[in-house]
Nanobody, 124 residues
Framework: QVQLEESGGGTVQAGGSLRLSCAASGLSFGSSAIGWFRQAPGKEREFVGVSNWSGTTYTADSVMKGRFTISRDNTKNTAYLQMNSLKSEDTAVYYC?????????????????WGQGTQVTVSS
């Protein structure tokens, strides 16, 4: 049984940092792409970034580039989302997801498994 579990969420002041973790089990982690998404209240789920099987990462748009960094440790079956210079508009539930094709995609439907999400609240 595949499980993805996010952790590290919480409440932080604007300008602060958080590091989210995504721990995977039951999955061939090293050959899977791990994507990060977020969903703010009343909005659709949004692609944040992805780490493909080789560790190559892509972070979505200029809003997050330079502030968010994705990494992974295949020895620990864990992926990370480092978020710096947080803004109130970053408030959302953050999800990690696994894509067995390993290529990495921004499309929600491309992902096979999802975590339950972790809440990030940025106070101004």
């Amino acid at each position: 049984q595949v499980q993805l579990e996010e952790s590290g969420g919480g409440t932080v002041q604007a300008g602060g940092s958080l590091r989210l973790s995504c721990a995977a089990s039951g999955l061939s982690f090293g050959s899977s792409a791990i994507g990060w998404f977020r969903q703010a209240p009343g909005k659709e789920r949004e692609f944040v970034g992805v780490s493909n099987w080789s560790g190559t990462t892509y972070t979505a748009d200029s809003v997050m580039k330079g502030r968010f960094t994705i990494s992974r440790d295949n020895t620990k079956n864990t992926a990370y989302l480092q978020m710096n210079s947080l803004k109130s508009e970053d408030t959302a539930v953050y999800y990690c997801a696994a894509d067995r094709s390993a290529l990495g995609s921004r499309g929600i439907s491309e992902y096979d498994y999802w975590g339950q999400g972790t809440q990030v609240t940025v106070s101004s």
